[in-house]
């Protein structure tokens, strides 16, 4: 056995042993608590389940629930117990169930507490198992009575499994004093557990390392789903443990005079945001470069929050677009996302799992709008939205995210600013001209670089995106009704009238 595995017993859940820099240190007492229904059999069936890979003796005695119980909630997660693992039901011996022997000069839990322990050491000396999960200890705190009695029992079953060499889990489902804080003073580690339920969704999940006497770990909440086969730990983002090399280079949108309005094109391992009132373009300008990545012969991810793919396949095609052959081909990942049932902690993964096994180079979130939805804290969603943008530039990837701005003409309000997380800031707009609705697209930030600073005419159509001349005729186009100062040959041509102007 390798150092490794002699020192730390893995949970055999990949998140969670990250977020634990390897797993349990063995030979040690750890406590995993929350409220029921937060996940934790399920974590205890996956640690022991690990360890009978591993060839161990494992041990699950339960105070709460029975055998038939256990085995059903394995089955659920297509989770198959191993005949390494032992399930002691652990119930009161009969004489307490049996009102006529019955104590009467002591009372009953004084004999409980003490047949209850007996019945722990004894399961445990006929196995004598590597890991061991007890559940739960709020039926040894009701059995205590007292704060005093319930901390010695506690450091009664610490020294007894320290003596053993087992590495030992005990379950607490706070139910009967969530704010009794004795196990913590005396476990070696403790994950808390908590079930979240927004107003709107399903359930949201997310655990936190509270203690680990000895080891770094990994702070802060991380989100987790419970799905079939079992728990999945979505491990904080942190953008600075993830460093890939890459050429710096500029990546060109495949339309010239859009080439031209960002100063050659996007930088290779940076960030563009899209932004404009609904319907100017904001996808398309993303897609635009999404198809001129296929050409380059990269891959591209595309994460849609606000649009249903079937209809997002039918328009862009009629654009000349044919994503959906791109995805059957695999030369782009494209993912429709419900922002009620995706956590940011799971979203980031996704996004993190297309860059390391897809190996895509171009990246697109839309919208920001959409991925607010799923966390409804802005200050939350500023630092998730910098950390995932760190790591898509470290990667080397290009990434485009689009806001939709509220309003159509005139004074535009974001639901959320994000203009100074990303490299390159694109604004689109509508404006009225010579009785018509038209499109302008105006780069007014980018940090890698020189860019036009014009405001251009831009029209879509079957024939794609069409980016026109600079805009020099008129004054006041981003604000939605501008004054004209010349002629209007500047503007693109209408394919379906003739135009006259006096």
Do not use: W
């Not at 804290?377 to 950390?387: D, K, P, R, W």
């Not at 981003?478 to 379906?496: I, K, M, Q």
Request: aromatic share 8%; net charge negative.
């Amino acid at each position: 056995m390798s150092d490794r595995r002699r020192t730390e017993a893995k949970t055999g859940i990949a998140g969670l042993d990250e977020i634990l820099c390897g797993g349990f240190t063995r030979r040690h007492v750890f406590l995993l608590e929350g409220a029921p229904g937060t996940g934790k059999t399920t974590i205890a069936l996956q640690f022991l389940l690990e360890g009978a890979a591993l060839g161990e003796r494992c041990l699950y005695i339960t105070l709460s629930e029975t055998e038939e119980e256990l085995r059903g909630t394995a089955a659920s997660h297509n989770l198959e117990l191993d005949e390494k693992i032992e399930i002691f039901e652990l119930v009161p011996p009969e004489s307490l169930l049996n009102a006529d022997q019955q104590q009467s000069l002591l009372y009953s839990s004084d004999l409980e507490l003490g047949e209850t322990t007996k019945m722990i050491f004894g399961s445990f000396e006929r196995l004598r198992p590597s890991r061991v999960v007890i559940d739960s200890l709020s039926e040894i705190r009701l059995l205590a009575q007292s704060s005093l009695r319930y901390r010695r029992q506690i450091l009664a079953l610490k020294h007894f499994f320290a003596k053993s060499g087992a590495t030992v889990l005990l379950l607490d489902d706070m139910t009967s004093d969530a704010l009794d804080k004795t196990v913590h003073s005396v476990v070696h580690g403790v994950i808390h557990l908590e079930q979240l339920a927004p107003e709107y969704g399903s359930e949201r999940r997310r655990l936190r390392i509270m203690k680990y006497r000895g080891r770094s770990f990994r702070g802060g909440f991380h989100d987790f789903v419970i799905h079939t086969g079992g728990v999945r730990v979505f491990p904080r983002l942190r953008a600075l443990e993830h460093k890939a090399e890459f050429s710096r280079g500029m990546l060109g949108s495949g339309v010239a005079k859009l080439d031209g309005l960002l100063g050659g094109g996007i930088e290779r391992g940076s960030s563009t945001l899209l932004i404009g009132p609904a319907g100017t373009g904001k996808s398309l300008f993303a897609l635009q470069f999404v198809d001129a990545a296929v050409n380059r012969g990269e891959r591209a991810a595309v994460f849609v929050f606000d649009e249903e793919l079937g209809l997002l396949f039918a328009r862009t095609k009629s654009m000349g677009f044919d994503f959906e052959r791109m995805r059957d081909e695999g030369k782009i990942h494209i993912e429709q996302l419900d922002a009620s049932e995706v956590s940011p902690g799971e979203f980031a993964q996704r996004v993190r799992d297309r860059v390391a096994d897809f190996d895509a180079k171009t990246v697109v979130i839309d919208s920001i709008n959409g991925y607010q939805a799923a966390m409804p804290e802005e200050n939350a969603l500023i630092l998730h939205m910098h950390e995932l943008l760190q790591f898509l530039n470290r990667q080397g990837a290009a990434t485009f995210l689009t806001v939709a701005q509220h309003g159509l003409v005139g004074d535009m309000k974001s639901p959320i600013d994000v203009t100074y997380l990303s490299d390159t800031v694109i604004l689109l707009r509508y404006f009225e001209a010579f009785g018509r609705v038209r499109r302008a697209v105006s780069v007014i930030k980018k940090r890698t670089g020189r860019h036009e600073e014009t405001i251009r005419e831009f029209s879509i159509s079957e024939r794609g995106l069409m980016v026109g001349e600079p805009l020099s005729a008129f004054q006041g186009v981003l604000r939605g009704v501008p004054t004209f100062a010349g002629d209007g040959h500047s503007l693109l041509s209408d394919s379906n009238e003739d135009r006259e102007h006096s």
